[in-house]
């Protein structure tokens, strides 16, 4: 069967395509939306960035913080430290320190291996610890140890017996010891047994800090040690 003409010619036309009319217009949609989407993007890019840095911030922040606080409560500690320490090292007297006794200086005949030496400090409460180590002539070591305060008042005396009576069977030490201060070098001193005076004399410490001497009264010795 023959196709008509009309037929043959439709199918000879070449389709339609876009003209150069409308070429423009299709550009310019597409590129509005490449812009779109770029836009997007970089909107979605700028509040990613923007919540990182926000974190980072707030990371910062808060370890700064952390190191102002930690620097603050160290120097918070320091600074009480200093305080408490300053009054005690301002009114520590001359006779804080460890002495050893100087037999050639006090004229005393002793054994060679004899030791005697006395130790003194200061509580931050204000109370002296006096030590006292001697050797008896068997080379045997003993002590006497107070904790007094300055103010002539009788405060429990010790020695190393008296501590083992104390322990073992609950008795109480006899012995007490007072002392009032004369003047920056000068203590003056009491010891009692049974609140019986025993002993009375005192210490006086050298000008220069070197030297300690303690008096007994009623004899004519003088003990004298040198500051270690």
Not at 31 to 50: K, P, T
Not at 76 to 104: E, F, Y
Not at 194 to 222: E, F, N
Request: aromatic share 10%.
């Amino acid at each position: 069967m023959l196709e008509s003409r009309k037929t043959i010619e439709n199918r000879m036309r070449p389709k339609r395509t876009m003209g150069p009319e409308l070429a423009p217009r299709v550009s310019l949609i597409a590129s509005s939306r490449a812009a779109d989407y770029i836009r997007a993007w970089d909107l979605i890019d700028w509040e990613y960035e923007a919540q990182e840095n926000w974190r980072y911030a707030v990371n910062r922040l808060r370890f700064f913080t952390v190191r102002c606080v930690a620097v603050f409560a160290l120097f918070h500690v320091m600074g009480c430290t200093l305080q408490a320490q300053m009054p005690a090292n301002k009114s520590l007297p001359p006779i804080v320190g460890t002495w050893r006794l100087n037999p050639d200086k006090s004229n005393l005949h002793v054994a060679a291996n004899h030791v005697e030496i006395r130790q003194y400090s200061l509580r931050p409460d204000g109370f002296l610890v006096g030590l006292l180590i001697t050797t008896d002539p068997r080379g045997s070591y003993h002590y006497l140890q107070f904790t007094a305060k300055s103010d002539g008042k009788d405060y429990p005396e010790y020695t190393d017996v008296l501590v083992a009576d104390m322990i073992a069977a609950g008795k109480q030490t006899p012995r007490t010891y007072a002392e009032t201060v004369v003047d920056e070098y000068t203590t003056d001193w009491t010891d009692k047994v049974d609140g019986k005076v025993t002993a009375h004399g005192q210490k006086i410490v050298s000008r220069d800090g070197k030297t300690l001497t303690v008096t007994v009264d009623g004899s004519s010795k003088m003990y004298i040690y040198d500051r270690e």
